[in-house]
């Protein structure tokens, strides 16, 4: 089986459109085998979606975009997102996204974790990490954040309260001035570290 956390997928691709509405505004994304949660919202995505914090004037990174639900949704309420990934099949279906979005402040790029990035700060990373991908992804997204970030910028993400919550909160409060937890539900927790 193929893993979404992979540059090419192995799975022949299959596309299904889904109509989400989050934050008062309502969105279409086509999403794609062999990437994160086909055929409809996951519910940690959309809890991170509906508690996620914006400012008008931020620029945000979306690390790990996926089809892009996170970075599209973002992109109605900051001055400019990139989102990044690592599946080729991600970052066509996200670029497809933005159109289908009518989003122009965003862009899609190419690369591992902070590889597209390098050399860039934002003021806030948000990410539902790819758990599956192993500790030592997560520990990267969380230990490298602060260099990407503004001072006071956030890292904020999602994580199974059953599946890594412990560690990540652990990870995060080692390298973070304050952490806080922003929602829980459905079996999730959104934190946010502030640099």
Not at 7 to 21: G, R
Not at 75 to 80: A, G, M, N, P, Q
Not at 111 to 118: A, I, K, M, N, T
Not at 165 to 185: N, P, Q, T, W
Request: glycine share 10%; with cysteine.
């Amino acid at each position: 089986m193929s893993h979404y956390y992979s540059e090419e997928p192995n799975v022949p691709l299959k596309t299904k459109t889904i109509e989400v509405c989050l934050r008062g505004q309502c969105f279409r994304f086509i999403t794609a085998s062999g990437v994160f949660s086909f055929g409809k919202l996951d519910r940690g995505t959309e809890l991170l979606i509906e508690n996620m914090v914006l400012d008008r004037d931020w620029r945000v990174l979306d690390l790990g975009c996926g089809y892009g639900a996170i970075g599209i949704v973002a992109s109605r309420f900051v001055d400019y997102v990139v989102m990044t990934d690592v599946n080729k099949r991600a970052v066509s279906i996200a670029r497809k996204n933005l159109k289908i979005n009518g989003v122009r402040n965003a862009e899609v790029r190419w690369g591992s974790l902070y590889e597209p990035v390098r050399g860039e700060k934002f003021d806030t990373i948000i990410t539902n990490p790819p758990v599956h991908a192993g500790k030592e992804v997560l520990r990267e997204i969380v230990i490298n954040a602060p260099l990407h970030l503004n001072d006071g910028g956030l890292l904020q993400l999602v994580i199974k309260t059953k599946q890594g919550a412990k560690y990540i909160k652990a990870l995060m409060d080692d390298h973070f001035s304050e952490v806080r937890e922003l929602a829980k539900g459905s079996g999730y927790r959104v934190y946010a570290g502030i640099a």
